[in-house]
């Protein structure tokens, strides 16, 4: 009786919902589309002035009970135009809780920006939830650095995540200095199979061990992200670097991997070449700065150099390739054609190397830049040097020590003439070799295009390390 009841119930029903079904569609200009819904946000800011903007800001501050931030007002004041992104805004260290977060919304409604810094703001869980949301809903920025957050929660990954899936403008994130484990690895794994990021950089995040399984997992898939930088992640030998080896593998799409600081070792080093060689479009510039390998890996970059077609920059700098490991990739790097920037600071190289480099540098015409800093080359290397670059003509760059360790005389004058550019502080007996080398321009500059010879140091505020890792010239988002 009940089922029948209830099979007349839904017969009636049915019957009822078929005679009064209907299908209509709404006019096309009353069609809402997500990108049209993005421009009538900053259509609206049009309207506002600069002074309006400001003003707005001061009530919603004065509504959530907070002081007007002045390092923010600063640089409300320094934009010029609204019409176009202005370049920065800029809140690294300033406290943010939940009201500050909330009061910024009169801001990102009528601005929008290149670059929102957000490193050690102290973002709590429901702050960091507002702000990121905000930031997604209004397209604020195309750079976004929430570096050094760590008491994000929960809720601040999944917006952050939700963010990096969603955003049509944000092209780079900074996550860096803060544990990226467990959910947030998760989440932001997930959210890379779909994101638009050209940019990563993740240094310092714990990733060694199962977050970088979870990462690789990924970016296996990934098809848009350009530029991954996992440095100072401890990253080992064994496991990191298998997964380090199986990204280069399957992902045709990086150009750029940095894996400075970590503990790759020979070992390791042996595993990222066996993904190197797998590859037939895709990374231009690797650099392994200070990872603990020594000479005896150079044998794995041996077998692997010759055939490479298309990394660029190899930067070994702070190993301990010395001028055994040197010497070992000398057949090699004879033969590559497509390095054309290698940076060797610091890697305990002598004049015995030294050597051994100018005969590369006789035999390959593709090697633009050369990094030799922070290494005891006296005048004999610099006299090899001299004498392969009369040959070689393709070295556009050549880094050395201003001023070599040990040698006590100086010369301050360089040596010049009306086509050729010399820097740097040589001793005499080191021009004498450096002069007919000048007199035929051997080094050209491409600032000036003419041909120099560069003896340089690192930049005031910047140590050697930094200097020398610095060696991959990426830039975005074409990644020239």
């Not at 750079?143 to 995540?161: F, P």
């Not at 544990?179 to 890379?192: G, M, W």
Request: hydrophobic share 35%; proline share 3%; aromatic share 4%.
């Amino acid at each position: 009786m009940t089922r029948h009841s209830e099979g007349q119930t839904s017969s009636q029903f049915g019957k009822k919902c078929k005679s009064e079904k209907h299908v209509s569609f709404p006019p096309d200009e009353q069609i809402v589309s997500g990108t049209s819904e993005c421009e009538k946000k900053h259509h609206d800011a049009e309207r506002y002035t600069l002074s309006e903007i400001i003003l707005a800001y001061k009530q919603s501050c004065e509504k959530h009970q907070v002081e007007p931030n002045s390092k923010i007002l600063a640089q409300l004041m320094e934009i010029t135009n609204l019409s176009n992104r202005a370049r920065c805004l800029d809140l690294k260290g300033e406290r943010l809780d939940y009201r500050s977060c909330e009061s910024l919304e009169e801001i990102l409604k009528s601005v929008q920006f290149d670059f929102i810094n957000l490193q050690e703001a102290d973002l709590e869980e429901n702050g960091a939830t507002s702000l990121l949301d905000m930031i997604l809903y209004y397209e604020s920025a195309t750079h976004l650095n929430v570096s050094s957050n760590t008491t994000m929660g929960i809720s601040g990954w999944q917006a952050l995540s939700h963010m990096i899936k969603q955003s049509l403008c944000l092209w780079r994130l900074d996550a860096c200095n803060m544990p990226i484990v467990e959910y947030p690895v998760q989440a932001l794994s997930k959210a890379l199979l779909t994101s638009r990021l050209t940019v990563l950089h993740l240094e310092n995040s714990c990733l060694s061990g199962k977050p970088l399984f979870t990462l690789v997992g990924a970016l296996r898939k990934n098809r848009t992200l350009q530029e991954l930088c996992l440095a100072n992640n401890d990253l080992n030998s064994y496991q990191d670097a298998m997964q380090l080896g199986e990204l280069l593998k399957y992902n045709s799409s990086l150009r750029v991997l940095d894996l400075s600081n970590n503990l790759i070792s020979d070992t390791g080093l042996e595993e990222i070449c066996h993904g190197l060689r797998g590859q037939k479009a895709g990374l231009r510039t690797l650099v392994l700065w200070n990872n603990q390998i020594t000479h005896r890996g150079m044998i794995h970059l041996e077998d692997v150099l010759p055939h490479l077609k298309i990394l660029e920059t190899l930067n070994l700098g702070g190993n301990d390739v010395k001028n055994t490991g040197i010497h070992a990739l000398k057949e090699s790097l004879m033969i590559n054609r497509s390095i054309s920037h290698l940076g060797l600071v610091s890697t305990g190289i002598t004049c015995e190397g030294t050597v051994t480099l100018a005969e590369i540098l006789a035999e390959n015409p593709k090697i633009q830049r050369l990094d030799l800093r922070q290494n005891r080359i006296l005048t004999g290397g610099l006299m090899a040097l001299s004498l392969a670059l009369k040959i070689n003509c393709s070295v556009t760059k050549l880094d050395l020590d201003q001023i070599l360790k040990e040698e006590k005389e100086r010369a301050s004058a360089p040596v010049s003439d009306e086509d050729i550019s010399v820097t740097g502080t040589l001793r005499e007996d080191q021009l004498v070799w450096w002069a007919p080398l000048i007199k035929r321009g051997a080094v050209m500059s491409k600032r000036t295009g003419r041909r120099q010879l560069l003896a340089s140091i690192p930049r005031p505020g910047r140590t050697g390390s930094q200097e020398g890792a610095s060696l991959h010239g990426s830039g975005h988002p074409a990644l020239e």
